[in-house]
């Protein structure tokens, strides 16, 4: 009878995320901005990853941080791309929010019409474009600035925009000389001037400082920062079957872009209008794509925590977050 209750046993536990799926969600929104961590998701929605899992799927955009911190509290979203300084501040304060994995490690540089600046000391008194004040990737360049001795408000003049592709525009239109971008804009604007009929009015610009490389050089550790990801939100948090598939689907997709970087484009291109599907391909060969569950990256964002946390608390809420931050405890979604 005890073996037979033991089998029972193990059975019901081997079934109970069919039973889970059986019956579907409403639906699941997935949002993200208008970069590359979001190319997986949509992905997903395209190829109908998750269509087991709810009966309609989408992706939205979101355009600012403040836009970002609404759809977290408001519950206009199931899982969101973020920073994931964004996602320990979020938690600390109360907000329901996981995260999920780290899938961008390194997608900032500096765009420059100088071909020679290869440090932030080389744009010293220079103006600098910087979009999302307070948010990365400000975050990164007054903390980078600050290890090697730099004074933000003294020896930088920094014109704060709304978003990387105000930035960008600057950049082509030359009301700028240089800007801080994530990709894909980096992309962008590089295509950009060397097009017709920009390219009679736009300067040519440079991929300058790679801020992956000054963060391995400065801290002395790999060149891989732990910037972004995807994380739960709302009530799908308490479904860890739900969000064992999004894990594996969200790792499957990066993986496809990876060796499918236009074809991936072009879906992007199709939800994110301001996008060509040339720069997004761009954008991943060069960014460090990979998808490690959030588990697996404490170590790494721990380390990052604290560098922000020394610069100012107020950027992860405070303090480090603890164990419920962390999800993404499935080995088996890292492609």
Same mark, same amino acid.
């Given at each position: 009878?005890?073996?037979? *209750? ?30 590359? *961590? &979001? ?5 997903? *929605? ?23 911190? #609404? ?13 994931? $300084? %964004?996602? #320990?501040?979020?938690? $600390?304060?109360? !907000?329901? %929010?996981?995260?999920? $994995?780290?899938?961008?490690?390194? !997608? ?9 600046? @290869? ?9 600098? =474009? ?45 009301? *700028?000389?240089?800007?801080?971008? =994530? ?12 097009? /017709? ?34 994380? !739960? %939100? ?9 969000? =064992? ?7 499957? &997709? ?32 060069? &960014?460090?794509?990979?998808? %490690?569950?959030?588990?697996? #990256? ?5 380390? /990052?925590?604290?560098?922000? @946390? ?8 405070? @303090?480090?977050?603890?164990? =419920?931050?962390?999800?993404? @405890? ?6």
């Amino acid at each position: 009878m005890r073996r037979f *209750v033991h089998v029972f046993g193990l059975l019901a536990a081997l079934l109970s995320p069919l039973a889970a799926h059986a019956d579907k969600l409403p639906r699941l929104v997935l949002g993200g901005p208008g970069a590359i *961590v &979001s190319a997986p998701l949509i992905h997903m *929605v395209e190829t109908g990853a998750l269509a087991d899992l709810a009966e309609s799927v989408t992706f939205v955009q979101w355009r600012d941080p403040d836009q970002l911190r #609404a759809m977290a509290l408001d519950g206009q979203a199931d899982v969101l791309a973020m920073p994931t $300084n %964004v996602a #320990a501040n979020l938690h $600390n304060r109360g !907000a329901p %929010v996981t995260l999920l $994995n780290v899938s961008t490690w390194g !997608a900032l540089w500096m765009v420059s019409r100088s071909p020679d600046r @290869k440090t932030l000391a080389d744009f010293r008194g220079e103006e600098i =474009a910087m979009p999302f004040r307070g948010d990365m990737p400000d975050i990164m360049f007054q903390l980078l600035a600050a290890r090697q001795g730099l004074d933000v408000r003294k020896d930088f003049r920094l014109r704060y925009v709304a978003t990387p592709v105000d930035a960008m525009q600057l950049l082509v239109m030359r009301r *700028v000389d240089h800007a801080l971008l =994530a990709e894909p804009a980096v992309s962008m604007a590089l295509r950009k001037t060397k097009s /017709f009929p920009l390219g009679l009015v736009a300067p040519e610009l440079h991929r300058s400082v790679d801020f992956q490389q000054e963060w391995g050089r400065l801290y002395a550790r790999s060149t891989r920062i732990p910037q972004a990801g995807i994380a !739960a %939100v709302g009530a799908v948090r308490e479904q860890p079957d739900v969000l =064992a598939r999004i894990e594996a689907a969200y790792a499957a &997709s990066l993986a496809w872009c990876r060796t499918h970087a236009l074809e991936c484009g072009r879906m992007v291109a199709k939800h994110i209008d301001i996008l060509s599907a040339e720069a997004v391909s761009d954008a991943i060969g060069v &960014s460090q794509l990979d998808a %490690v569950p959030a588990m697996q #990256a404490r170590d790494a964002l721990a380390f /990052f925590f604290e560098q922000l @946390k020394a610069r100012n608390p107020a950027l992860i809420g405070g @303090k480090l977050p603890g164990d =419920a931050f962390y999800g993404g @405890k499935c080995v088996e979604c890292r492609p």
